[in-house]
């Protein structure tokens, strides 16, 4: 999170503790560093030397710094960064661990969660953290008017969480209804700085509060770094926070690195020049193409690289299904017609031909998929559900059932002898969903669909899909950050933020209103067999209606260069630098070692 900079952030003191050098900041930070009333987390890691700048490329720029109102990943990444949360799913393990909290108990009903708060936990800009931000915090996050993608989770039978507080450092969490995993759905939602957000809040401005161009004195956060600079088009950089609350095996403050860079690159193929060349020391969701040349150059070039397997990333194919056109969407309602048909959603997924994506986008390292559950999340995979290859036979029959025929010159027409032809809206800086597109369009074209692709930067991409629906089609990705079903309210409740097909509707339809009825219900179960019953079910109606065609998901592939240590890639989000405070560079002699 933070990002505030204390007066004396900027000047460092070089101490020595028994034969060690320590860097830390010069003036109350350092002080405050060995304070016994800090309720620090100590971690296990390797001890590190501090110092010490990391480069990370980034294929878009943050849309915002706003932890209440991010969707998309670049702003998510670095967000990560500079945030902390109370209740924290450790990526490597996948289990809930102490974080902003340093323990809570559950009530033997499951419904009451008695929080306890760390001591001495201050804001990037040294601000104390107390039992008020928390409580804040979650207010903010309830408030419909925020539109904050993180309300559906914190939603149990239409009943929202309660906050109340104890005493200074311990509050109670009062769920609605039973809630499987409720300890996860802490996770990732930032405890937001009253004294900096409460001002904006009532005056209802927080929704634009903290864009890219907000001071870095006006952002404080509870993450290992903050923000330092921002140079549009082309870099963000965050600096280490002196007042963060982990500490190493050897007592000593994390984190070690001085700054993390985010540079803005256009695409995959010049993140990965950027790599080579040395210009960045992490790199992370490389295709097969690139991880392959990657690999040739492992052992000049001083690389450490990783297959990480099936990630949890989905691409997908969706046609736009909204109630609320913009004011130009004569045409779109009238191809709505087409969309809305079942079979002719069915018989675009099965002329799609996944398995060679997988071959010629990912060069074998990826896995064909029809829901959104991937082979990468074994705990909740539906092993039902049988794989289905490309058949252009039963695509043509599923569109004769649907009242389609063909013109003597193979174009497919509808009823009223209309050609069906649409566009595709895809991200001009993700190569692998342009080839997807391209893909589709060539697949299309053996049942006479005639398709064009629309590349847009990421930025309209996202304002198309989710404020103005001007596409017809779009070819997207998401990746969940946890493994757990409850991380997958949002795109699947029909009143979710992210039910990208068709956003806000006045009335789900039948099969929509069962996976609301579904997704529910799992959220109360608490015995994990019913629980899986339940999504089994829910991944079965997807494969049945396909408000999203699911297309691949991508191997996690990966890469650093070979001195940064600690360096642990997951399959969860964030993938590299998940463990950012423990990060350093082996034997950089520019940095100081414990």
């Given amino acids: 999170m933070g990002l505030k900079k204390a007066v004396s952030g900027s000047t ?67 967000i990560a960064q500079m945030t902390g949360d109370l209740i924290h799913i450790d990526r490597g393990s996948q289990q809930t661990v102490p974080a902003l909290a340093k323990s809570w108990k559950v009530s033997s009903d499951g419904l009451h969660y008695r929080v306890e708060l760390r001591n001495g936990i201050r804001f990037s800009d040294g601000t104390p953290l107390d039992v008020e931000d928390v409580l804040f915090s979650f207010k903010v996050y309830l408030d419909d008017k925020m539109h904050s ?44 700085p009253r004294h900096l957000l409460e001002k904006d809040y009532e005056e209802g401005k927080l929704v634009q509060s903290w864009t890219l161009a907000t001071a870095p004195d006006r952002i404080a956060g509870l993450g290992p770094f903050r923000l330092k600079q921002y140079l549009p088009g082309q870099r963000l950089i965050l600096e280490r926070n002196p007042y963060y609350w982990k500490i190493d095996r050897n007592g000593q403050r994390l984190p070690y690195l001085s700054e993390i860079t985010f540079l803005f690159v256009p695409n995959e ?19 097969g193409d690139n991880y392959d040349v990657l690999d040739k150059s492992r052992n000049r070039q001083a690389l450490q690289l990783h297959d990480l397997g099936p990630s949890l990333e989905y691409n997908f194919l969706f046609f736009n299904l909204n109630e609320k056109l913009p004011a130009q969407g004569a045409d779109l309602a009238r191809k709505q017609v087409w969309f809305r048909k079942v079979e002719f959603r069915q ?24 829901t959104h559950v991937t082979p990468g999340n074994q705990l909740w995979l539906d092993r039902n559900i049988q794989y289905q290859p490309r058949s252009v036979s039963r695509a043509r029959d599923l569109l004769k059932a649907a009242g389609f025929r063909w013109r003597p010159d193979g174009t497919l027409q509808d009823q009223s002898s209309s050609p069906v032809e649409f566009t595709i809206l895809t991200s001009a800086s993700n190569a692998q969903r342009t080839q997807m597109a391209t893909m589709i369009q060539q697949d299309l074209k053996d049942i006479g669909v005639h398709v064009q692709i629309v590349s847009l930067d990421f930025r309209s991409v996202l304002d198309r899909v989710f404020q103005t629906h001007d596409y017809e089609v779009a070819v997207m990705g998401l990746s969940s950050g946890d493994t757990d079903p409850n991380a997958q309210m949002n795109v699947w409740l029909s009143s979710g933020d992210d039910h990208l097909w068709n956003l806000s509707p006045a009335q789900p339809l039948p099969w929509e209103a069962e996976i609301d009825r579904l997704m529910r219900k799992q959220v109360a179960t608490l015995k994990f067999t019913d629980r899986k019953r339940l999504y089994d079910r829910v991944q079965e109606i997807e494969a049945q209606e396909l408000p999203i065609i699911c297309l691949v998901s991508p191997n996690m592939l990966v890469g650093a260069k070979a001195r940064v240590a600690n360096f642990k890639p997951v399959v969860l989000e964030p993938h590299t630098l998940w463990n950012s405070e423990e990060l350093f560079f082996a034997n950089d002699k520019r940095a100081t070692r414990q």
């Fill in 149 to 192: 993608p993180q309300r559906d989770l914190l939603m149990m039978d239409g009943k929202p969480i309660r906050a109340r507080k104890v005493n200074s450092s311990t509050l109670i969490f009062d769920l609605g209804a039973p809630y499987a995993s409720a300890e996860r759905l802490f996770d990732s939602l930032a405890i937001l």
């Fill in 269 to 287: 193929d010049a993140e990965v020049m950027h790599f080579e060349a040395g210009d960045t020391d992490v790199i992370s969701r490389v295709g």
């Fill in 347 to 370: 018989a675009v997924s099965a002329a799609i031909d996944r398995e060679g994506m997988s071959r010629v986008i990912y060069q074998g390292r990826g896995t064909p998929i029809l």
């Fill in 12 to 78: 460092r003191l070089t101490i020595v503790l028994l034969g060690a050098a320590l860097v830390l900041p010069l003036g109350s930070a350092a002080e405050d560093a060995r304070r016994p009333h800090e309720d620090l987390l100590k971690t296990s890691n390797e001890a590190g030397w501090y110092g010490g700048h990391l480069v990370v490329s980034l294929r878009s720029e943050p849309k915002t710094l706003n932890p209440v109102t991010s969707l998309d990943v670049s702003s998510r990444e670095v």
